[in-house]
Nanobody
Framework: QVQLVESGGGLVQAGDSLRLSCAASGRTFSSCAMGWFRQAPGKEREFVAAISWIGGRTSYADSVKGRFTIVRDNPKKTLYLQMNDLKPEDTAVYYC????????????????????WGQGTQVTVSS
């Protein structure tokens, strides 16, 4: 089992940066594929970024590629999402997700891939 708690959200202006953190508890974080998703009001939850548990293989949504970076720190049991050059369309609740029992190089691009979810952190970008 893995429990996930996000932090680092807030209200920023367009062009600013934020770093989201996802603190994990439990013994299996280092062997979990991890990801970030977001959900804007009135929209479905969408994939943002993912990272494998071996080798740091990553994948990004086209809308954030080149602006966002997903990083994991296994000794600290923490997942990060560095978000640069934020845009108003990045406004959403951001969720951290984890998946155990996956191949080491797997990255999950869809919500059903993941079995563990955090409660979310709000990111609001004003124009």
């Amino acid at each position: 089992q893995v429990q996930l708690v996000e932090s680092g959200g807030g209200l920023v202006q367009a062009g600013d940066s934020l770093r989201l953190s996802c603190a994990a508890s439990g013994r299996t974080f280092s062997s979990c594929a991890m990801g970030w998703f977001r959900q804007a009001p009135g929209k479905e939850r969408e994939f943002v970024a993912a990272i494998s548990w071996i080798g740091g293989r990553t994948s990004y949504a086209d809308s954030v590629k080149g602006r966002f970076t997903i990083v994991r720190d296994n000794p600290k049991k923490t997942l990060y999402l560095q978000m640069n050059d934020l845009k108003p369309e990045d406004t959403a609740v951001y969720y951290c997700a984890g998946a155990g029992g996956r191949s080491g190089l797997d990255v999950g691009l869809t919500a059903p891939f993941y079995g563990y979810w955090g409660q979310g952190t709000q990111v609001t970008v004003s124009s």
